[in-house]
């Protein structure tokens, strides 16, 4: 059986083949909207001050992971293999809590959190989930682990509203 191809996935001069599902990307929004993108760059940096890189990149990944964001995934595990991140903490990050002597305690404490964060609509982040982050972390530091969630949820739904394309390999 053959298909005609409609207007949504045959794709156009200047974006990339639509995906198995058949679905391409659907806008540039960061072109349609660079003081907004500008503003999450912005955003970005000023989270992640004071975080150790290490953790930013196992925060960023899980986060994504969570919301099915396949150009962050693919991002993320790429900035975290150029910073020294090991194969195999990537490919458990997924398992984390199967995986725990992988991880530092403060490691867990924070993909908890990220988790609680990310996964808001079943529930508000629990008070244990948030002291366990708080015994690892001083409040600045802490409060900019919650920015760093915050805004890599930001830039995962621009990604998945967007379906953007995750880079070549």
């Known amino acids: 059986m053959t ?6 996935t045959t794709p156009t001069a200047g974006t990339t083949p639509a995906t198995a599902h058949g679905h391409g990307p659907r806008l540039p929004w960061a072109k349609l ?5 500008k503003a999450m ?3 970005d940096a ?14 960023k990944i899980r986060a994504s992971q969570l919301n099915h ?16 991140e090991t194969e195999q903490r990537i490919y458990l990050l997924n398992a984390w809590e199967e995986a725990a002597g992988h991880y530092t305690d403060k490691e867990q404490a924070a993909l ?6 990310t996964l808001l609509t079943e529930g508000f982040v629990p008070d244990a989930v948030y002291d366990r982050a708080a015994a690892h972390f001083g ?3 802490l409060a900019h682990l919650v920015a760093l969630i ?18 070549p390999a």
């Open 69 to 84: 964001c396949a150009f962050c995934i693919d991002m993320h595990i790429k900035d975290a293999r150029e910073t020294g």
């Open 3 to 8: 298909t005609t191809p409609t207007a949504r």
């Open 41 to 43: 760059i912005a955003l």
């Open 33 to 37: 909207a660079p003081e907004v993108y």
């Open 150 to 167: 915050t805004t890599i949820n930001a830039w995962n739904r621009f990604g998945v509203s967007t379906r953007m394309a995750p880079g």
């Open 112 to 117: 908890a959190l990220t988790e609680a964060i």
């Open 46 to 59: 000023a989270a992640k001050q004071g975080l150790d890189p290490a953790l930013v990149d196992l925060v």
């Open 139 to 141: 409040d600045t530091e």
